[in-house]
């Protein structure tokens, strides 16, 4: 095969799992959300479903991912603030070395459980392809809101939307 018919072939592959990739993330809007069991910092066993009757905020994040590190802080100030009155987060580590991600909580001073995804089972689930990618999930247990990446101001939007699920 030439060159140029290989890269089309790649480029048209790439594509199609591109796209397969944004539907999966547009489909989980509206849809219940994938339960799933994760081991957290704590050492227990997390699961999702437990959450149910409370709005949850579910990150997804990693050590080499400079925005995550940004964002970790103000997820963090979110979590103090709303926690108290019916919000979760649970922000999941998508590293291979899940000390590293450990560490790096402990130094942003992280309250809001930490959960280790090192197979990426629940990343595949959620067709993560960004870091970080956020999900805001209702108390109802539904998908509301998929996040893709960070830039400075996105936690506003984040504040606006915790408050309009807290009211339902």
Known sequence: MRRPALLLCLLAATTALLSTVHAAQADLRGRAAPDFALKS???QNLRLSELRG???MVNFWATWC???RQEMPLLNQIYQRYHPVGFELLG?????ATDRAA???R???VNFPVLFDD???VSRLYGVNTMPMTLLIGRDGTVRYVH???ERGYEQTYLDQVRELLKE
């Open 66 to 68: 400079g925005p995550c």
């Open 41 to 43: 910092l704590g050492g």
């Open 119 to 121: 197979g990426k089972s």
């Open 148 to 150: 893709q990446g960070y």
């Open 107 to 109: 130094t942003l001073g």
């Open 92 to 96: 999941v580590n998508i590293d291979d």
């Open 54 to 56: 409370e709005v949850v």
């Open 103 to 105: 560490g790096m909580a």
